[in-house]
């Protein structure tokens, strides 16, 4: 659950810094929380998509843009690295996994 949402997030938000020069685009992200709070029952996967919110800009730019190009790099690296952290948790659990399988 949490791979796929911090891999769903990566793509929300380098849309957003791709989109940094499109007029009238509306930045987003997705809320943990949110996701968390809209799974009601454990086998059902949450639709991501479906939990994807709008963010409000600090400065308002004249083409109705509302990406701000370094929040979004410091919020994409934040995510990156959060991702890396899941990645390394899961192959640590797995390697003690197969540790007590072998009999180690």
């Known amino acids: 659950m949490m791979l796929a949402y911090r891999a769903e997030r ?21 809320s943990f929380s949110t996701v968390m709070n809209s799974i009601s029952d454990e086998s059902k996967q949450p639709q ?27 919020v994409f690296s934040e995510n990156s690295m959060q991702y890396q952290q899941s990645l390394q948790f899961l192959k640590s659990r797995i390697s003690g996994l197969k540790k007590a399988i072998d009999g180690r």
């Not at 991501?48 to 790099?73: A, C, F, K, M, W």
């Open 10 to 30: 990566t793509q929300v938000l380098a849309s957003n810094i791709a989109n940094v020069d499109t007029p009238n685009y509306k930045a987003r992200d997705l």
């Open 48 to 74: 991501l998509e479906t939990q994807t919110l709008y963010r409000i800009p600090t400065q308002r730019s004249r083409d109705g843009n509302t990406v701000e190009l370094q929040h979004e790099q410091a």
